[in-house]
């Protein structure tokens, strides 16, 4: 029984962690990707086609960081 609590507990606590790792990876990545088309859009009409794919990934990256943000959010406040 103790040994069955022990091991979900760390089970948890590894998938929290390792949550909490995925999000910040994303949010770095979701604002590397927006710096590269914020430099693309401004260098011309050569880098046009760069800002358009960087545009695919940035979509659902949005997403999940508005999906990050609303479960935070509802964390503290719950």
Do not use: H, W
């Not at 979701?30 to 914020?38: G, I, N, Q, T, Y």
């Not at 050569?46 to 979509?59: C, D, G, H, Y």
């Amino acid at each position: 029984m103790i040994s069955t609590l022990t091991l979900s507990t760390v089970s948890a606590a590894i998938n929290g962690s390792l949550s909490g790792i995925l999000a910040s990876l994303g949010i770095l990545l979701l604002l590397s990707l927006l710096c590269v088309k914020e430099l693309a859009s401004s260098a011309g009409t050569r880098f046009q086609s760069v800002s358009k794919i960087v545009n695919i990934a940035i979509l659902p990256l949005l997403i999940a960081f508005v999906l990050i943000v609303v479960s935070q959010g509802i964390t503290v406040i719950g």
